[in-house]
């Protein structure tokens, strides 16, 4: 029990240090693709302690809400860290308090009060970007609950443990509907954490965002917050992309040292592989007018939707 509770923090340690220089890696791979220089893939690390420094300022039309969203926001990706395979796969302490469906709820409720907080603010851009943000995870709702439902009805399982073990242990679950299906989360989770064709993380202009137009209202310690909050966000969708749908290879098979130091250099191999995809998709791929996001999601719908009915067909 103890190993397990240490493996734990492990995992939730792993995922709150390295989830910054993957957002670093992005952009500097993006840069190099670009022709720019970029910046140095620890920028985001400058950036959060420089954050952290400052004075906290807040609206004076904020609630108490505003004061708490921070910190939820932040703590929200941990808590799922804890639901999902990150470097060990045998399930470890928390692992079997949520399903899927449940992680999905956990998840999901740090973009819920980030909208909160931004329309508690009063600013406009607030209320401009959490309205779109609604939308985009609206439509990709039905994804997510297909894409459960096909997981599930293929492994016997809905907890992501069980998933991982089911998917990989028979070579008959290799099979395209796996692959469509986890083509369709793909295509969700651009959508989740706001990333192209949806959102473009580094624009400046307000009517274009999304996901920072809602923390406009915010600065210093609580921005910090904010960012790396979506920082891990983007890192443990990745994971359950990778570990669970993608490639599980790597994972600690027992809880020790040398065990976990092979799971920490295969996950960081693997978001770097994550990392040089996006960075194509992102790269190719300009961003889409808000009214033609159905179309993208309703995409991913179809291909999460496919998967399953292919499964079914052949079984």
Not at 74 to 101: E, G, K, N, R
Request: aromatic share 10%.
């Amino acid at each position: 029990m103890l190993a397990a509770a240490v493996g734990q923090l492990i995992a939730v340690a792993v995922v709150i240090a390295l989830s910054p220089l993957l957002r670093g890696v992005i952009e500097n791979l993006k840069a190099k693709v670009q022709s720019r220089r970029g910046s140095s893939p620890l920028q985001p690390y400058y950036d959060l302690y420089k954050l952290l420094g400052k004075q906290r300022s807040r609206t004076p039309h904020g609630s108490a809400l505003s004061v708490a969203a921070p910190y939820i926001v932040f703590a929200t990706p941990i808590a799922f860290a804890m639901l999902i395979p990150v470097l060990s796969a045998a399930p470890l302490s928390w692992a079997f308090m949520a399903d899927m469906v449940g992680s999905g709820f956990v998840i999901g409720i740090g973009g819920f009060f980030t909208n909160l907080a931004a329309m508690d603010s009063g600013s406009p851009y607030g209320g401009l970007g959490s309205s779109r943000s609604r939308f985009v995870s609206s439509l990709a709702e039905p994804t997510f609950i297909v894409v459960f439902f096909a997981v599930g009805f293929i492994s016997g399982g809905t907890v992501p443990f069980v998933v991982n073990d089911a998917l990989f242990t028979s070579s008959s679950h290799i099979v395209p509907s796996h692959a469509l299906i986890a083509a369709a989360f793909l295509m969700v989770i651009l959508a989740e954490a706001g990333r192209l064709p949806i959102d473009n993380p580094n624009s400046s202009q307000e009517l274009s965002m999304i996901e920072s137009s809602r923390l406009y209202e915010f600065s210093g310690p609580d921005l910090a917050l904010f960012e790396w909050g979506g920082f891990m966000k983007l890192f443990v969708l990745l994971i359950v992309w990778l570990n669970v749908l993608v490639f599980p290879l790597g994972l600690a098979g027992a809880i020790n040292v040398p065990a976990f130091a092979v799971a920490v250099a295969s996950l960081a191999g693997k978001m770097l592989v994550a990392a040089i995809l996006l960075v194509g998709i992102e790269s190719a791929l300009a961003k889409i007018r808000i009214m033609r996001v159905p179309e993208y999601l309703g995409g991913s719908f179809v291909l999460a939707f496919l998967g399953l009915a292919l499964y079914t067909v052949g079984h």
